[in-house]
C-alpha cells in the first residue's frame, strides 16, 4: 500500500506541472472526461488481460489502472485514505447485504 500512497502523491506534486514535462498535468489539461476515458480504456485492457494467460500483462494493465483511478480520484479530491476509510467501513459487511443497503438509483 505504501507505493500506492507515494504514487498519490507523486501524481498530486505534477498536477500543476507543464502538460509537456507531465503526463499527469497533460491528463488534467484536457479535463476529467478525458481522464475518465483514460481509466476507463485501461479497465477495458485490465479486462481483457485478465481473461488471457499471461500474469505479467494482467499485472500491468492493472497497475495501469490504479493510477489512471488515482488521476481520476485527485481530480475530484478524493484520497486514497477517504477510498480505504470507505472500505475499512464495509469490513465484515456481506457484500450482498452492503449492496442492499445502497439507496436505490
Not at 479530491?77 to 477510498?83: E, H, I, P, R
Amino acid at each position: 500500500m505504501d507505493s500506492l500512497f507515494r504514487l498519490e502523491q507523486t501524481i498530486l506534486a505534477r498536477r500543476e506541472a507543464d502538460p509537456d514535462s507531465s503526463y499527469v498535468a497533460r491528463l488534467r489539461a484536457k479535463g476529467r472526461g478525458k481522464m475518465a476515458q483514460k481509466f476507463g480504456e485501461e479497465a477495458v485492457e485490465t479486462v481483457i488481460a485478465a481473461l488471457g494467460e499471461d500474469k505479467a500483462a494482467l499485472t500491468g494493465e492493472a497497475a495501469d489502472l490504479l493510477f489512471h483511478l488515482i488521476v481520476l480520484l485527485a481530480d475530484r479530491g478524493v484520497s486514497l485514505a477517504d477510498v480505504c476509510a470507505e472500505l475499512d467501513r464495509r469490513e465484515g459487511v456481506s457484500g450482498l447485504d452492503e449492496k442492499a443497503s445502497r439507496p436505490k438509483a
